[in-house]
């Protein structure tokens, strides 16, 4: 390998390939919210977070929602302005989309709104107590959204 491929390697290492949203405020009341690419297992995993101080979040506390390939169409379609929300329904008996074997389901619910977009992240427990996680999502992040999920699609297909 030669010395520009060792520094261009050492460079990638060095940073989460995460696409992150924060949205805290001065009430508290924020959420944060990532995506990450899993190319392994072809979907992006999707964690969301309550804010828990000035600049901080619960992320020991965090939901996780695993979306496949279909469930990254859905979301493009509203991105691409085809369709003014989707909607995402995981049951984890039926296929292990959950992380927490304490989950009895898990949805995602993507909106277009006047100004940007709305994202809510719900999972729902064994027992029946619904959390849910909602941030808004401004247009130029719904751009950076797009362009990972279209990535993560062609790179799942090796286009």
């Keep these: ?94 296929g292990g989309y959950a992380i927490s074997a304490d989950t009895r389901n898990s949805t995602v619910s993507f909106s277009k709104m006047a100004t940007g977009y709305y994202f809510k992240l719900s999972t729902q427990d064994q027992k029946g107590q619904v959390v849910s996680i909602a941030i808004p999502i401004s247009e130029d992040e719904a751009m950076v959204l797009k362009i990972l999920l279209e990535k993560a699609i062609e790179k799942s297909f090796n286009w």
Aim: hydrophobic share 40%.
């Design 1 to 94: 390998m030669d010395n520009v491929a060792k520094s261009e390697s050492k460079f990638e290492n060095k940073f989460e390939n995460k696409f992150k949203v924060y949205k805290p405020n001065k009430t508290g009341t924020g959420s944060a919210v990532q995506f990450d690419f899993n190319a392994e297992k072809k979907s992006v995993f999707v964690e969301a977070a309550k804010q828990t101080g000035p600049q901080a979040f619960g992320w020991s506390d965090k939901l996780t929602f695993k979306m496949a390939i279909v469930d990254m169409a859905k979301l493009l379609i509203v991105l691409s302005g085809k369709a003014a929300n989707a909607e995402l329904f995981h049951d984890p008996s039926k």
